[in-house]
């Protein structure tokens, strides 16, 4: 029990960030078999804007925030930091001015499994925030927590040093070891994707593909 911290572990190599950054979370996820991501209850917080960085783990009491000071400290430019907070709503995390010197600090984002304040103030700039909910009673600072140990947040297990990515439709977390080949599947997806949205467009997309799947589902056509 009480406090500890854990060396950084890894760091995601720039190229990485950059190619997840052009890919949005639905599409890499559909190329996880969309078992590695979380979106319900944890939502996007801030004006908009993906997140894309290495994840900075912390886990904490729920309604205490004294070990995600020092994650903010700790954490290196391009870290998110990722904060087990149980999930409870009773008291935020963080607020404004946390955000603000995360922000300041060069991080990608903070992602709280928990609650935030000042939420207009969050919603009007682009810092990413992550949280399950709203509230304006603040935290207590008594611990105990610990730094870069691996949590879930929402049933999305996250281990430092996971290539983190976020949207508004939500979040999900990538080993280093599968980074790779995740990319270039999802990469794949999303050209296909391009070539299907430009079909629509122009009115030439081929439906003919519903009908098979019903036909192939015993699908009862009758006259009412």
């Known amino acids: 029990m009480g406090f500890t911290i854990h060396p950084r572990r890894g760091g995601i190599e720039a190229v990485w960030i950059e190619r997840f950054k052009a890919l949005p979370v639905s599409t890499i996820s559909d190329s996880m078999e969309r078992l590695h991501g ?17 994840a900075f783990t912390v886990k904490t009491r729920p309604g205490d925030n004294l070990i995600v000071h020092k994650a903010l400290d700790l954490a290196a430019p391009g870290d998110v930091v990722v904060v087990d907070a149980g999930g409870a709503l009773e008291n935020a995390i963080i607020g404004e001015l946390m955000a603000a010197h995360a922000e300041q600090r060069g991080l990608a984002g903070i ?4 609650a935030i304040r000042d ?47 976020g949207d508004t439709d939500g979040l999900l977390a990538v080993s280093p070891a599968e980074i ?23 009115g030439t997309d081929d439906r003919s593909w519903i009908d098979r799947a019903l036909d192939a589902a015993g699908c009862d056509y009758r006259d009412f």
């Not at 992602?111 to 928990?114: C, E, K, L, S, T």
């Not at 391009?194 to 122009?202: D, E, G, N, S, V």
């Open 111 to 114: 992602v709280i499994f928990g």
């Open 38 to 54: 979380v979106g319900m209850p944890l939502r996007a917080m801030h004006g908009g804007g993906r997140m894309v960085g290495t």
């Open 180 to 202: 790779e080949m995740v990319h270039d599947r999802a990469a794949q997806k999303f050209a296909a994707e391009q070539l299907m949205m430009a079909a629509i467009r122009t």
């Open 119 to 165: 939420g207009a103030e969050l919603r009007r700039g682009v810092f990413p925030v992550f949280a399950a909910g709203v509230t304006h009673r603040g935290p207590y600072k008594d611990g105990p927590g610990a730094i870069n140990v691996p949590i879930a947040v929402a049933d999305l297990p996250v281990a430092p040093g996971d290539l983190v990515c």
